[in-house]
């Protein structure tokens, strides 16, 4: 897995990764590329858009062999927090 990460601005972030395998057996994909933009709203808050797609060499059908995926996430850290 390659994977690298970029600031251009002070609450802006943009990365990207790209994962290759051939030894899963069908359980992991053969390939895979993807890349997510994440956005700090407010100091601890962080909002991320990720998509990855790739593919599985195991399906006779081109359509079974590909996927994509698109997720969307809102983080929230507690900073000095006690239970």
Known sequence: MVGMSY???EK???ALRYEETDDM???APRS???GALSWEVFQGSC???E???GRYDDYEDALADRFDLFTIQWAVGFENFRF
Do not use: D, K
Request: aromatic share 28%; proline share 6%.
């Open 51 to 53: 998509y990855i797609t």
């Open 47 to 49: 909002l991320s858009l």
């Open 25 to 27: 057996y069908g359980f």
């Open 7 to 9: 600031r251009p601005f």
């Open 12 to 14: 802006w972030q943009i």
């Open 32 to 34: 895979s590329v993807g």
